[in-house]
């Protein structure tokens, strides 16, 4: 309940204007059990970041293609990542309230990212998926890799990814030949 009105009150006043005893007491809480929970402002900032990206993550892996192949799984997962974190309103006022000021570094400063590495990599360790990585490539530098792709987009240093086009366009001429074995050719994408 607290982490629920703390995220209300974020979204309607801002990070700054949402102390820890407003948001203790729209959750009926006191402010000493809100710093029970919370024992600062950045540890309700870290939970508040790891449960928007879990949230995420659940939603993703929900949306993607059941039937799909290893390189379908990581581009449409990375499409997600770089056009929807970036765009999520919670994120975007938290990270507005930070020294850098971006997604990707509340997403990079979560201390659950080796967690989701360490998801990936155990997904990688199926002898299929791993018998279609480029000869040499080991799980654990695929998942790192693929962390670094992710938050190279949410920065925006790749113009125009957080678009699913380009973003799309992006993973499968650039991140799958350095991933693959055998990746499939970029599929052509139609400008209007």
């Known amino acids: 309940m607290l982490m629920d009105a703390a995220e209300r009150s974020i979204l309607q006043r ?3 204007a949402s102390t820890m005893e407003l948001i203790a007491h729209e959750a009926g809480y006191s402010r000493a059990a809100m710093y029970r929970h919370f024992p600062s402002r950045q540890r309700l900032l870290e939970a508040l970041v790891h449960r928007k990206t ?3 993550q659940a939603d993703m892996l929900a949306r993607l293609p059941v039937d799909g192949t290893l390189a379908d799984l990581l581009v449409e997962s990375m499409v997600l990542v770089a056009t929807e974190l970036i765009h999520d309103p919670l994120l975007q006022t938290l990270s507005e309230n930070t020294d850098e000021g971006t997604v990707a570094h509340l997403v990079a400063n979560d201390p659950a990212l080796p967690e989701l590495v ?3 990599v155990t997904a990688l360790h199926d002898d299929a998926a791993a018998a279609q990585l480029r000869a040499g490539m080991r799980p654990g530098d695929v998942g790192q890799f693929l962390i670094t792709t992710a938050l ?3 920065l925006g240093i790749i113009p125009g990814s957080d678009t699913p086009d380009t973003a799309r366009r992006y993973l499968q001429t650039f991140v799958l030949p350095a991933i693959l074995a055998d990746p499939p050719p970029p599929r052509p994408v139609f400008e209007r």
Request: hydrophobic share 40%; net charge positive.
């Open 14 to 16: 801002g990070f700054a």
């Open 54 to 56: 879990r949230r995420h």
């Open 118 to 120: 360490e998801q990936l």
């Open 152 to 154: 190279t987009m949410l």
